[in-house]
């Protein structure tokens, strides 16, 4: 058999899935806990789970991973420093390291200033190379003319040898800051997916993998590692991606939605003819705004292992714990521990103060004690916390601390991922209620009792609500995703006003994620529509890790070359050209789209009668009987999987 292997590193669960590339059917499937900060123990952990007799005939491998998107959100990007060209920033940027000299140009791709200070981007580069990773480069209007920034891209090369990154070559839209945003995070990760991608190799050989590696993009195609490694910022939001891709994939849909309910968080995209639907506006990260061109998609802070909590109420979330009956199945003495825990006045409980919660230092202790930002307090608190699920009380008794002193470091530990908690979830819910059987049910039921018991309601009402509550976010998050013009809260009022309120989806929904079939028969009460659960939904991101396609999309642009001018510009990533006609323009403008595309595709290893190929022009406004401007878009879609 000639197989396929799709690895997705999520934030909670890392999947694996074997697919026979002749019939894409699956023929075997595993998970396991991501681990932290290390992705590669629990990409060991989830392969030694597959049957060994098929990794032999593996050919074709591909991942998505969180790890951008991780590495964002938690500012911990590579450092790297930016050059500007033509123009200077006062918002925050994600590096200290700025230097602005003078050049640019103007929207028509004409030269305002000069371009100089090479001098002080010598210097600049000098004095940082030794303490950033990586330079990012962006010119004012380059994307209209690259030229000032091709030209400090080779004046730098000639100074290092740290990988150097253009703003135009990861966008041709206009947005000076977005625009040098993005080619700063994608600096600061190059370093991050580098070491991923050489991990994954090392794994793969330890398996006795020897295939090609690719990795999926924030848009659902599938690049090879040279050309992740290039622009891994492209790789943020890579989870959703997948999951969107593998629901077209194991339903066989060419239009549908895809509910991804994962451990951390629930994610919602669509797919149109068999393509992830793009959002227009760049994806926006940790409070970044960028270029980059991601799937739409609506996400919520509420999955599987949403901590659910009390305080005098019940809350889920919005932080993720691991739940108390997946701990357990790997640590069993914890269940006496739990049924002896320490019982909490109402008075001075909080998400993190909870009879039901412990912490564990689990594989990052070594590293957090490497980190220089830890107070001594939080050193303190650290060493307290055991490899192994230690309670609230006993770090108090190591510490001769009370818990109210300590609790707010925990939580802090828990950001900087010293230290994991575990505590009651949805997951957990479920157990209770016979819907899901996975782990150790005991600890999810003696759990239960312990929070039911502070509302004084039975288990089953306790965990019937978490469910509830549960499946009227899934809901909820459902209809916002389609009805992006009506504010949230006015739906959420008309889902109140009546248990019987139904809202039409016409399209189909693929639920995938592990618990997804237990929230099924509940979300079909408020949602009129083809809800699917297919086969292999506990591992559908890994599936569309892949089964994604190769998509390339290009876009270029024709305009007057002045007011009232009869010569035409072009502008392309590549190049800015002058022509004396607008037909002329137009005619080398679709040869260069379909020339690009051939030669992409043409990297791999795919011939265009292999491709789908799809050319638009869009004509806006007009002056006489030519257009203001022509935009010139193409979109090509081929298979890396050979003829599979």
């Known amino acids: 058999m000639k197989l396929g292997l799709g690895i997705d590193t999520g934030g909670t669960y890392t999947d694996a899935a074997i697919m026979d590339l002749s019939d ?7 998970k396991s806990l991501t681990t932290y900060p290390d992705l590669v123990e629990g990409i060991k952990n989830t392969l030694n789970g597959l049957d060994p007799k098929y990794l032999k005939d ?31 920033i006062s918002k925050k940027m994600p590096t200290d390291h700025v230097l602005s000299i003078g050049g640019g140009h103007d929207s028509d791709g004409n030269e305002i200033n000069p371009l100089e200070g090479l001098e002080e981007v010598r210097d600049f580069v000098l004095e940082n190379k030794r303490k950033v990773a990586s330079f990012a480069i962006s010119s004012y209007f380059g994307v209209r003319n690259p030229d000032h920034e091709n030209r400090v891209k080779e004046y730098v090369r000639q100074l290092t040898d740290h990988p150097i990154v253009c703003g135009h070559e990861l966008s041709t839209s206009l947005g000076a800051y977005e ?33 090609t590696l690719m990795m999926m993009k924030c848009d659902g195609s599938l690049v090879k590692i040279e050309e992740a490694v290039e622009k891994p910022v492209e790789s943020i939001f890579s989870g959703p991606a997948a999951s969107l891709v593998g629901a077209g994939h194991l339903t066989s849909f060419e239009q549908c939605v895809a509910m991804d309910v994962g451990g951390t968080s629930t994610d919602i995209a669509m797919i149109r003819d068999g393509v992830p639907q793009i959002d227009d506006q760049g994806a926006v990260v940790g409070g970044w705004n960028t270029m980059v061109k991601a799937i739409k998609m609506r996400t919520s802070a509420m999955g599987g292992d949403s901590h659910v909590w009390v305080q005098n109420k019940m809350y889920i979330g919005p932080n993720r714990v691991i739940p ?36 564990i230092s689990k594989g990052s202790k ?36 009370h818990p109210l002193m300590f609790t707010h470091i925990l939580q802090t530990l828990v950001k900087k991922r010293c230290v994991q908690q575990i505590g009651f979830t949805p997951t957990d819910a479920l157990h209770v209620l016979g819907d899901y059987g996975r782990w150790d049910g005991r600890a999810s039921d003696i759990g239960a009792k312990i929070l039911s018991g502070y509302l004084n309601i039975s288990k089953e009402e306790f965990c019937s609500n978490v469910k509830k509550g549960v499946v009227d976010n899934l809901a909820l998050d459902l209809i916002s995703y389609f009805a992006d013009d009506v504010k949230t809260a006015d739906i959420e009022k008309m889902m109140n006003c009546s248990d019987d309120m139904t809202f039409r989806i016409k399209h189909p929904v693929v639920l995938v994620g592990a618990p997804v079939g237990a929230y099924k028969a509940d979300l079909e009460k408020t949602i009129d529509g083809d809800i699917i659960v297919p086969d292999f939904h506990e591992v559908g991101n890994a599936v569309g890790a892949l089964v994604g396609d190769v998509i390339y999309r290009i876009e270029l642009l024709i305009r007057p070359s002045s007011f009232g001018s009869t010569q035409y510009t072009l502008f392309s990533g590549k190049e800015r050209r002058l022509f004396e006609d607008y037909k002329s323009a137009v005619e080398y403008g679709i040869t260069f ?16 009668d292999k491709v789908k190929f799809e050319l638009k022009r869009n004509d806006i406004g007009s002056m006489g009987t030519l257009p203001l401007e022509t935009k010139i878009e193409g979109l090509a879609v081929g298979s890396p999987r050979g003829g599979a």
């Open 593 to 608: 789209v379909e020339d690009s595309v051939s030669e992409y595709m043409k990297g791999y290893g795919l011939n265009m």
């Open 58 to 88: 593996i050919s074709f491998t591909s991942v998505s991973t969180t790890l951008a998107t991780n590495t964002t959100l938690e500012g911990k990007g590579y450092p790297a420093g930016l050059i500007l060209i033509g123009y200077s």
């Open 24 to 30: 894409g059917s699956l023929v075997d499937s595993n």
């Open 179 to 211: 625009r040098a945003v993005t080619a700063l995070l994608n600096a600061q990760l190059i370093p991050v997916i580098d070491d991923f991608i050489k991990s994954i190799l090392s794994v793969m050989e330890d398996a006795g993998i020897d295939s």
């Open 324 to 359: 108390l009956c997946l701990a357990a199945s790997e640590y069993p003495s914890m269940i006496d521990e739990l049924e002896n825990s320490d019982k909490y006045s109402s008075r001075i409980m909080t998400e993190t103060l909870q009879s039901t919660t412990f912490f």
């Open 366 to 401: 070594a590293h957090c004690r490497a980190l220089s930002d830890l107070d001594g307090q939080e050193m303190e608190i650290l060493d307290a916390v055991e490899d192994y699920p230690t309670s609230i009380m006993d770090i108090a008794k190591k510490t001769e601390m």
